[in-house]
């Protein structure tokens, strides 16, 4: 486990510098929460990636249907390895849509959970969901012990649903049991959810669906792209809940989050970003 110290940072730098943006919460972790998207990584990336960064790592999604393609063996190493560092693993939202599409939700649910997954996410980015079945899945979910992500907004740009269709759901998940609720970005974070074709938010509606919201820190924003990562630190503050990270960006995020890289150091100069 890595030392910190009280000030946040690793090591002797906490002696004599802070986090411009100020201190991290620290694991287990209820706000701030960092999820990873690995597409295949092999065994040796990811012992590395866990050896450097696991500390800030909070979930650990193996995207798509990925987990059905890993070696049993491999598989099982790859959850427990995960696991020893103190990080939730569940396979993507694609992979429960398939077992929906086929009417095997309840068996897939058992599986994941018999793997030794420790969370799950239901969506209905791309198959159509009736809320009976959507409720049903959160709830089972949570009584097998799964912590339960759900998400909201289709991966077809061109279906996206309105705000208030957004804010609905996302209201319903929780009441639900949802642990955290995600929006959808997808791995490029480009055209879908609440991101133009370059990328950008959409400031209009992510204004509108925060209005519409009880409490925004129950959101995961699916942020690959570091332009999002840096507009929804400055908005939120260091300990905003971000998803969809690449692996390899996981210190770089971190570096951003508490204002050790340029695009967010300046906003804490300015007093642009929340404190």
């Given amino acids: 486990m890595i030392a910190v110290s009280d000030a946040g940072m690793t090591g002797s730098w906490g002696e004599i510098i802070r986090f411009p943006l100020g201190e991290r919460t620290k694991k287990p972790r209820r706000r701030g929460l960092t999820m990873i998207i690995d597409k295949g990584l092999g065994p040796e990336e990811t012992g590395d990636i866990l050896q450097v960064g696991g500390e800030y790592i909070d979930f650990w999604k193996l995207g798509f249907g990925t987990a059905a393609l ?4 491999m598989l099982e190493k790859k959850i427990k390895l995960v696991r020893s560092y103190g990080i939730d693993i569940y396979p993507g939202g694609t992979f429960l849509e398939v077992a929906v ?17 420790t969370a799950v996410e239901i969506s209905d980015g791309t198959i159509t969901m009736s ?5 049903w899945a959160i709830v089972r979910a949570a009584d097998l012990g799964f912590k339960v992500l759900t998400e909201v907004g289709k991966k077809n ?6 705000v208030d269709e957004l ?8 009441q639900c049991g949802a642990y955290r609720v995600i929006l959808e970005g997808r791995e490029s974070g480009i055209n879908v959810g609440l991101y ?5 938010l959409i400031r209009d509606s992510f204004e509108a669906l ?4 009880d409490d925004p820190g129950a959101l995961i924003w699916e942020a690959p792209l570091k332009d999002q ?9 260091a300990n905003v809940n971000l998803g969809n990270i690449p692996p390899g960006e996981v210190l770089a995020l971190e570096a951003l989050r508490v204002g050790l890289r340029a695009d967010t150091l300046e906003a804490a100069l300015s007093g642009r970003a929340a404190g």
């Fill in 70 to 73: 890993y070696a049993p063996e």
């Fill in 157 to 162: 740009g061109q279906d996206n649903q309105s």
């Fill in 210 to 213: 925060l209005t519409g919201l």
């Fill in 167 to 174: 804010a609905g759901q996302i209201k319903r998940d929780l």
């Fill in 101 to 117: 599409l086929q009417q095997r939700l309840d068996e897939f649910l058992h599986l994941t959970k018999k793997h030794g997954f």
């Fill in 196 to 200: 133009d074709e370059h990328g950008r």
């Fill in 229 to 237: 990562q840096r507009d929804l630190i400055i908005r939120f503050g």
């Fill in 131 to 135: 809320d009976a079945t959507r409720e």
